[in-house]
């Protein structure tokens, strides 16, 4: 894979990382995340596809602005990288917040540069519990945050999280228990490349997204990834491979490295479904 890099029409430098040849599959991070946690798919997945795997504006080598967190704002970005590299067709697989950014993208680009295959890994539908929903309705929409103090409290947790051990804390139960401390403490340093108060304001805005219709008008052949050990409940990503005609369904045990980051835990486990699905048709 090649570091490469270029600027969109708002001056920010998108830097991504590039290899292999065929159909372009795009590979989207999550949340404070770099293009580089993907390090375990790109041999798989660069056999057979042209791999870009992109870091978002403030993320890993991409410039840090001090305007934009927020998921529109991605979803642009991401259109404009799309365009700039001239590409007109693609697959696409995302991770966390950078699916979330990406159903943004459906709704105001789809149309215009349209993806073929869609692979979602680990994002509930809506984070955000609001007052009115019931259990049933919280745990379809993977509502882990149950009001706005308790976002408000996560946030500013965030914004202290400085230090590589504060970011550790935050991160370790998104790990299964296995994970080694050291991996974690890389993937910590990694993370903190996002000045914290950019990370805050974004994981805010994500947070406050709602994303169920849009799910519900999604016709593309997808994969939903989910994990038995996420923090997020396996209900709210069966419920999304349901609102998708042909959606299928692929669950990670915890024994497995089943975690919110399985393809990071157990690379192979994570590719073999995926490599799979990107084939067929």
Excluded at 12 to 35: C, D, I, K
Excluded at 71 to 78: E, G, P, S, Y
Excluded at 200 to 223: P, S, Y
Aim: aromatic share 10%.
């Amino acid at each position: 894979m090649q570091r490469r890099s270029l600027r969109i029409e708002d001056g920010t430098e998108l830097s991504y990382l590039e290899g292999g040849r065929g159909t372009p599959l795009l590979m989207v991070h999550g949340w404070s995340q770099s293009a580089h946690g993907f390090a375990g798919q790109f041999e798989a997945f660069s056999q057979n596809r042209r791999v870009i795997a992109l870091d978002w504006r403030g993320h890993g080598h991409s410039s840090k602005p001090e305007t934009g967190y927020r998921i529109c704002r991605f979803a642009k970005d991401l259109f404009e990288f799309i365009k700039r590299l001239e590409i007109a067709e693609f697959d696409i697989l995302c991770h966390s917040l950078g699916t979330s950014a990406f159903w943004a993208y459906l709704t105001m680009f789809g149309i215009d540069r349209a993806p073929r295959k869609l692979v979602f890994v680990d994002e509930p539908a809506a984070l955000l519990a609001r007052p009115n929903w019931n259990e049933q309705t919280r745990r379809d929409a993977g509502a882990i945050i149950g009001s706005f103090e308790m976002l408000s409290q996560f946030t500013d947790n965030v914004r202290k999280s400085g230090t590589v051990q504060a970011h550790m804390e935050i991160m370790r139960p998104m790990f299964t228990s296995a994970y080694p401390e050291e991996n974690l403490r890389l993937v910590a340093e990694d993370n903190l490349q996002l000045p914290r108060h950019h990370a805050a304001t974004l994981l805010e805005d994500n947070c406050l997204q709602d994303w169920r219709n849009t799910i519900g008008q999604i016709r593309n052949n997808v994969l939903v990834v989910a994990a038995e050990a996420s923090p997020h409940p396996l209900q709210s990503q069966e419920w999304i491979a349901h609102q998708i005609p042909g959606a299928q369904l692929e669950v990670i045990s915890e024994q497995e490295g089943g975690s919110h980051f399985m393809f990071m835990e157990n690379p192979a486990r994570f590719n073999a479904p995926v490599v799979k699905f990107l084939g067929e048709g």
